[in-house]
């Protein structure tokens, strides 16, 4: 509005002024090269406006025909990029939908129109992986890591391509540059996981907590790593420094309160060194919140002198810990089955098969060897044996479809820190271990007081 009106007080301005000169009396004379011309001042002023309007016409025409090759080529280029997008852009599509044929002719295309764009090369890598050419792949992010707007992409894309061939330290070489340049999330745990694969696992903790200060990594997973990093370090040390063993185990414990491994790994040095009454305090301590099989193995670990009835007594004691739970009813029933009464066992797991439940393999297991306990080889035997191959699987430790008998802080599939989980397996689970046999602990058949006890063999049966 401001604009406005000052531009009418201009054009007023001069229209006033313009008038007054032509009101003026007189005349221009102008002699040039023996010529006389002479005019009024209103033609004269006219003829000045004309001259220099003519001049700023003939200026424009020369700077337009000086531009005019520029502006052409500038249009070429633009239409050839304008087009190469649209090209990039149903590439893409067609990775995504599969199309190799499409994917790859549209990838040379763009490399023909735009071959300087980030995302052509991105296109003709990922055109390469669909095609299954891993070379093709390989020099499309390797060229990528050449500019700096994309060289974090291409590093992760040799990255990738390095683990797909499992060539380990290359990958590694990918994941520390690009750990170098920012500090990126997938990076980080890739020098990590690396880091903890070669058993560095005091380096392992220096390169989380470095990913913890950059900010790459939120506080609770930091938090959940620092545990099973400590809990391996500890179980590394467990013997030749079970001091610091005991010291990790226990701040692992801090950090990830209920932590099986942890807890384990803290009983058994704590037991291995004479200190029994703390070791059975801490699982005590955690059965109450997390009751776990291995906990109840190392439990009989530090009762190596007693009777299989004392056994039976410490046993209950754990369990009222945390009276509901199966692992419970399975420790009270193995350990009344090791001492022979067969009641009590069987009052134990009454509540796990009774009527409309359906009791897990390890229930089913259990109650053959309290039949073939107490009655010898029958049909109760074969009955249990077969609803056991029918039943639910119990819990175990699974990372990326393996099933192990023991906890490990790497997946051994994928190298994957902190991949065990505690879970029900699933039919197509592949095992580390043996299968078959229920996960109960060995120092249960230790010890027969009356006669000799069932072994696993009745559960191999």
């Not at 391996?232 to 226990?250: G, K």
């Not at 009983?267 to 291995?294: C, F, M, N, S, Y």
């Not at 029933?333 to 359906?358: M, N, S």
């Amino acid at each position: 509005m401001l604009f406005i009106f000052l531009f009418i007080i201009a054009l007023a301005a001069a229209s006033y002024g313009l008038e007054l000169l032509i009101e003026q009396p007189g005349s221009l004379t102008l002699e040039f090269a023996g010529q006389h011309v002479e005019m009024s001042i209103p033609v004269a002023v006219a003829g000045l406006l004309l001259l220099i309007a003519a001049i700023i016409i003939v200026w424009a025409i020369v700077v337009a025909l000086v531009r005019l090759p520029g502006r052409v080529a500038g249009g070429s280029r633009e239409r050839r990029k304008s087009k190469g997008l649209d090209v990039i852009s149903q590439g893409l599509v067609a990775v995504g939908a599969g199309d190799v044929a499409k994917a790859r002719k549209a990838a040379g295309l763009a490399e023909k129109l735009i071959p300087d764009e980030p995302l052509t090369q991105m296109l003709v890598a990922q055109a390469a992986q669909l095609a299954g050419d891993k070379t093709s792949a390989a020099k499309a992010f390797h060229k990528m890591t050449l500019n700096p707007e994309t060289k974090l992409l291409g590093l992760r894309g040799l990255h990738i391509e390095a683990k797909r061939r499992e060539d380990a330290e290359a990958a590694h070489h990918f994941a520390s540059a690009a750990h170098e340049i920012a500090p990126l999330p997938w990076a980080g745990s890739a020098v990590l996981e690396h880091l903890a694969a070669s058993g560095e696992w005091e380096k392992a903790r220096e390169a989380l907590e470095k990913s913890v200060a950059s900010k790459a990594i939120d506080l609770p997973s930091a938090q959940k790593l620092r545990a099973v990093i400590e809990t391996a370090m500890a179980i590394q040390r467990e013997r030749e420094h079970p001091h610091d063993a005991l010291h990790l185990a226990r701040q692992a414990l801090k950090r990830r309160p209920g932590f099986t491994p942890a807890a384990a790994t803290a009983a058994r040095v704590l037991i291995r060194h004479g200190d029994q009454k703390q070791a059975l305090k801490l699982i005590e301590g955690v059965w109450a919140t997390d009751p776990h099989p291995d906990l109840a193995e190392v439990y009989l670990q530090a009762l190596p002198e007693e009777t299989n009835a004392q056994r039976l007594s410490r046993m209950e004691r754990l369990a009222k810990m945390a009276p509901q739970a199966p692992e419970s009813r399975h420790i009270v029933a193995q350990a009344a089955l090791a001492a022979r009464d067969f009641k009590k066992a069987r009052e134990a797991l009454a509540p796990l098969i009774a009527d409309g439940r359906h009791p897990s393999a390890h229930s089913c297991l259990l109650m053959a060897e309290i039949e073939d306990a107490e009655f010898g080889p029958s049909g109760p035997v074969r009955e249990w044996l077969a609803r056991g191959s029918r039943a639910p699987r119990d819990p175990a430790w699974i990372a990326d479809g393996m099933v192990s008998r023991h906890w490990l802080p790497l997946s051994p599939v994928s190298g994957r820190l902190d991949a065990f989980e505690w879970k029900t397996p699933p039919h197509s689970a592949q095992h580390l271990t043996e299968e078959g046999r229920p996960n109960i602990p060995a120092a249960f058949l230790a010890k027969p007081e009356k006669a000799p006890e069932i072994t696993a063999q009745a559960v191999e049966s």
